[in-house]
């Protein structure tokens, strides 16, 4: 199925969860949150559908003041179809389903982006930082973070700068 | 029952095979040696004639080195560095194009560019250099190359600069220039005033 | 020259027959180190430049007469020694430090009591006991006591593991390596080694050395049975699970170093050595000439004897460069499956065998 | 560290060990030798590279990809590029195809010889690993020769590669090809068919087709569980389309479906695949100037790409989004060892400790690429 089909078969079933979004392509898709899990058993149970390979989920930041955002690369092993699916979350407290138990890479994919993000997936049953040590300040990839000047009493030294370096 | 002495049998043969593979290799290790000694033998550098811009010289990524007298701060190559290894100072020539002997400064380059600029400070920290040789394409005057490059026949390749100090792996490739005359040359009016 | 000898030497000069003995005992065991010493020495060369030969190296070239230049690295074993003595020696704060200290004696003393029984040549024995294959069967278990101490009082888990791993393993294979040694035992009447020996000289069939090895297909097969047996209880590769490397990191020698490790590697060696010895007596004619009432002479016999012993040395190397290693249950399952069943049926078909042709 | 049983005890396998490939920390639940869970711990080897991309232009993450996984560089450099101009609609000459798709599959060789070799280690046998460090060892040597890097080469370009390929390079590479196809038998005489190795790894951490694909496993190990699935075939990019080959998949000979077994053969039929796809490209190569389609300023308009490729440890995904900027807004790496590893768990629990070394090193995972 083309992405457009696919897009059509969303819409059919889920109307409300639709969200228009003009930056994005066509092989994009935007939806809300709040029925996200629903979703995503059924985009994955659905014959027609059958995404049963979560390829990758990116974390993304909008912005300084924009939302945060959730991308899921679905592909389907057996139709050979794909799309690319978009949740945005609330800056201050982003959470959505987590579907690890769907995807069991979801998982491992879903600490990572909250390990840089900070973004919460409700229901995911090992939510910790995955990559950054577990007392980890802050969240490195969001656009307004500002790096710890001390870690477990290791000062980050500035010798360069000290020596004329930039 | 017949499986169980089949898998015996198969274990013998399979071992046996491996076995014969590795006497061989042992009996004709003369022939099969792959061992070079190595302070004593080396492996010779790869020689290709074609690089960028098909210009003739070697691709060999070693060490970093600028001809400072060809340079003339564009800062080309601290824009292009990945890791910002590479730091430039420069201090405006009093004259565009004119040597000033007292700090070693020629104020043209081989290929006749003349300088506006004069190079007060270039350094490089080995110690940071990621050999992606990205600094090397950006140069105007190709004076900035990994060792064995446009000037291969002036630099030897080299491989083997460790060092016991890490700051001695900083190479300071600017002419030295005290305090005093970097001030001179800031501020030149004041003399000529007077 | 078995220390019998010289004990009856001192004895006879003089009326303390406790010193004698005690002299004859200390005199009679510098040899045996000796050799102990010079077997790891000269083993760990070998076995060095045999695994680099297998893999297309060629092996340490640098410590050797003149240094850097030298030599072959004819001496690159003799530095690691030095290196060995003069490193630190590291007990972990944790460990059991009574038991971390004892284990590698006892593994020691295991191997170094199997060496006074190995038979060199008719005469050059330091002990010849009449029960001589029992005993070296018996005294090879004394370094699983060892071992177990040592990973026991290291306080670590992967020593802890190569420990009971070993253990498993060499009592395991004590059984098959004990039941294929009663072939000869059977064949020779004896367990006298020397006299185990001597009862292979002359031909069979006309041809062959009168060996137990060529003797009847059952022989045959279990000097190979007990031949592996013994790879197993060295703990060498296939069967090195308890020091695997890739798995243990080197399982219960993992918080030994200097003098310590070195001795287990001593021990190692040696273990290599006496199991090799009794299956060149037991079934390889010991020092007896293959060419029989050829180069029979005493120098000759020490010469055969070793020879005999080195190409198993070598083959021992030639295995661990070449196999994977074996998992824990694999390991038992060859054991219990496949060795001792057909050692059982060895010694059923040699019982045979003798009735009718013997 | 969860409440630990009476008779359970809890070992950690690294991050200091010589099987894990690197630093990786598994924290394992055992009941004697008995694995009853896995908890893998990463993050040691984390330099920060999605960070590094939004700081750097977007020439300058090249270097980076490199060093991510650093045993298949020019793999992680052409799924970057590959990317790269999808987002920017660049067409490169057909030489410079012709030379990435040489480059990738020799380093695909390379990265394989380098799996099978460490596996054998992990297994136990010393001598397979020499023998084809040896031959890989060739294969940096032409790198060498191409760009002047053995290791990180920084080699292939938006738009375009470094350098051309050297004047003799198609009579060396097929010289190579030559010497080397016989190996490949050596190797199976040697590791392949030894009984002990087919006993190690026949039966040993069966990854079903199903849970594979859950688990996003990618690459050798997807193949190796029987799903025919290789994004140069499925979803070809650069040339890959031209050429002719086959994708092996596990077929179970020596135990089941998705054993260890499996998936290193895969990877030794793989080599074998690339060598004919390397003969066909040397015969196919075209002339041309490498330099052609390089970009001025590489500044990709709005807008955000998605893209993988086939990197010898499954597949290598890029995320790319730009803002109209010379810098990169957000580079995510989608790599394969990182959803390998996750299956670990669940592959290997109750097995032996000695088959979990045997699992890992089936995996081929590289820590570069798991932790960025």
Redesign the interface.
Same mark, same amino acid.
């Given at each position: 199925m083309t992405s457009a089909e696919i897009k059509a078969v969303l819409e059919h079933q889920f109307p409300a969860a639709m969200v228009e979004n003009e930056d994005l392509t066509e092989k994009q898709v935007e939806l809300k949150g709040n029925q996200w899990l629903e979703i995503a058993t059924f985009i994955k149970n659905d014959p027609d559908l059958s995404f049963d390979q979560l390829e990758c989920i990116t974390g993304y930041d909008t912005g300084e003041d924009g939302p945060l955002q959730t991308r899921y690369n679905l592909h389907s092993m057996e139709h050979r179809h794909k799309i690319e699916v978009v949740i945005s979350h609330n800056r201050e407290n982003p959470n959505v389903a987590s579907i690890e138990q769907l995807w069991r890479i979801g998982d491992w994919f879903e600490r990572e982006t909250y390990d840089m993000f900070g973004i919460v997936y409700e229901g995911h049953r090992d939510l910790r930082r995955i990559l950054c040590p577990d007392d980890w300040e802050g969240w490195p990839l969001r656009k307004d973070y500002e790096g710890q000047e001390t870690y477990h009493g290791i000062v980050v030294q500035k010798m360069k700068e000290e020596e004329g370096w930039e | 029952m017949s499986k169980y002495f089949a898998n015996i049998y198969d274990t013998v043969n399979t071992l046996w095979t491996g076995m014969r593979i590795t006497w061989r290799h042992m009996m004709n290790i003369k022939r099969d040696n792959v061992t070079l000694q190595y302070p004593e033998e080396r492996w010779p550098r790869p020689e290709r004639n074609i690089g960028f811009n098909h210009d003739n010289y070697n691709v060999i990524r070693s060490r970093l080195h600028v001809d400072i007298d060809e340079c003339i701060g564009c800062l080309k190559c601290t824009r292009a560095c990945p890791v910002d290894c590479i730091k430039i100072d420069t201090i405006k020539a009093p004259v565009r194009g004119e040597d000033i002997p007292n700090v070693g400064h020629t104020g043209e380059t081989s290929s006749g560019t003349k300088k506006a600029l004069l190079v007060s400070r270039f350094t490089i920290d080995m110690s940071e250099c990621c050999y992606c040789n990205l600094c090397t394409y950006p140069c105007p005057e190709k004076c900035i190359f990994m060792v064995g490059g446009p000037n291969g026949s002036k630099h030897p390749i080299d491989y083997e600069f460790s060092e016991f100090d890490r700051n001695n792996l900083i190479y300071q490739f600017a002419k030295l220039i005290t305090p005093g005359q970097k001030e001179a040359l800031q501020n030149p009016t004041p003399e000529v005033e007077a | 020259m078995t220390v019998d000898f010289l004990i009856d030497w001192f004895a006879a000069m003089g009326d303390f027959p406790v010193i004698a003995f005690l002299l004859a005992v200390i005199i009679s065991g510098i040899p045996i180190f000796l050799i102990m010493a010079l077997n790891a020495i000269v083993a760990v060369y070998v076995e060095r430049k045999?695994? @680099?030969?297998?893999?297309?190296?060629?092996g340490p070239?640098g410590q050797g007469p003149g240094l850097h @230049?030298g030599k072959w690295g004819l001496l690159q074993t003799a530095a690691d020694a030095v290196k060995l003595l003069v490193k630190e020696d590291t007990v972990p704060e944790t460990s059991d430090k009574f038991l971390f200290k004892m284990a590698p004696y006892i593994i020691f003393i295991g191997a170094f009591m199997g060496m006074a029984a190995v038979p060199f040549s008719s005469v050059l024995q330091v002990a010849d006991f009449n029960v001589g294959v029992f005993y070296i069967i018996a005294v090879g278990s004394i370094g699983v006591i060892g071992i177990v101490m040592a990973g026991w009082a290291s306080n670590n888990?992967w020593s802890l593991?190569g420990a009971m791993r070993s253990a498993a393993q060499i009592i395991s294979y004590e059984i098959p390596a004990g039941l294929s040694i009663i072939v000869p035992i059977m064949m020779a009447g004896t367990m006298n080694l020397q006299l185990l020996i001597q009862s292979q000289s002359g031909t069979v069939w006309g041809i062959l050395p009168n060996w137990i090895i060529f003797n009847n297909p059952f022989t045959f097969i279990a000097f190979f049975i007990f031949f592996i047996s013994a790879v197993a209880e060295t703990n060498r590769?296939?069967f %090195?699970?308890p020091e @695997? #490397?890739? #798995?243990?990191?080197a399982g219960w020698m993992t918080e030994y170093s200097g003098f310590r490790w070195a001795l287990f590697f001593l021990s190692e060696y040696a273990n290599m050595f006496v199991v090799s010895g009794l299956a060149v007596a037991g079934f390889l004619g010991g020092w007896q000439s293959p060419i029989p009432g050829m180069f029979d002479s005493a120098g000759w016999e020490l010469f055969w004897f070793m020879g005999k012993l080195i190409l198993l040395i070598f083959v021992m190397m030639?295995?661990r460069?070449?196999?994977?290693?074996?998992?824990? %249950?694999?390991l038992m399952h060859v054991c219990w499956k496949?060795f001792i069943p057909i050692a059982m049926f060895n010694i059923f078909g040699v019982g045979i065998w003798k009735l009718i042709f013997g | 560290m969860g409440i630990v049983q009476g008779d359970q005890m809890i070992l950690n396998i690294g991050p200091q060990h010589p099987s894990t490939h690197g630093v990786l920390r598994l924290e394992v639940r055992t009941d004697g030798e008995i694995v009853s869970e896995i908890k893998p711990h990463l993050g040691y080897l984390h330099r920060c590279f999605e960070k590094h991309s939004e700081n750097v232009t977007y020439e300058q993450v090249i270097p980076f990809t490199d060093r991510c996984d650093y045993l298949a560089s020019m793999n992680s450099n052409f799924g970057y590029v590959v990317a790269m101009e999808e987002l920017m609609e660049i067409k490169v000459p057909e030489r410079v195809d012709y030379i990435r798709i040489i480059m990738g599959e020799l380093n695909r060789i390379a990265s394989h010889l380098l799996a099978l070799g460490v596996y054998g280690l992990d297994i136990g046998a010393f001598t397979p690993f020499l023998y084809m460090f040896r031959d890989r060892e060739r294969i940096l040597d032409m790198f060498e020769l191409t760009c002047g890097a053995r290791l990180l080469y920084n080699y292939m370009w938006v738009g375009g590669v470094s350098h051309d390929l050297p004047k003799d390079f198609e009579k060396i590479c097929i010289g190579f090809l030559d010497y080397f196809e016989p190996q490949i038998k050596e190797y199976n005489n040697l590791l392949t068919y030894n009984k002990i190795f087919i006993e190690r790894t026949a039966d040993v951490g069966v990854i079903p087709a199903d849970v594979a694909v859950s688990y996003g496993v990618t690459g050798p190990n997807l193949r190796g569980s029987g799903v025919k699935w290789d994004v140069r075939k499925d979803e070809p990019y650069s040339i890959y389309d031209r050429f002719e080959f086959d994708i092996p998949v596990g077929e179970g000979q020596f135990g089941t479906l998705g054993d260890c077994f499996d998936r290193y053969w895969v990877r030794m039929l793989e080599i074998s695949q690339s060598v004919k796809i390397l003969r066909q490209a040397l015969k196919d190569i075209p002339d041309g100037n490498v330099h052609q389609a390089l970009p001025k300023k590489i500044r990709p308009p709005k807008g955000s790409v998605y893209r993988r490729t086939e990197s010898p440890r499954g597949d290598l995904g890029y995320y790319i989004v730009s803002d109209g900027t010379p810098v990169p807004y957000r580079v995510k790496m989608r790599s394969p060892a990182f959803t390998a590893l996750s299956c670990l768990d669940e592959v290997s629990r109750g097995w032996m400790i000695s088959d979990v070394i045997a699992i890992l090193g089936s995996l081929d995972i590289v820590l570069g690429e798991i932790d960025r």
């Open positions: - | - | 045999v695994s @680099a030969f297998m893999m297309d190296r060629i070239m @230049a888990k593991y590769t296939p %090195d699970i @695997a #490397e890739s #798995e243990l990191v030639w295995f460069w070449t196999f994977p290693r074996l998992r824990v %249950d694999q496949v | -």
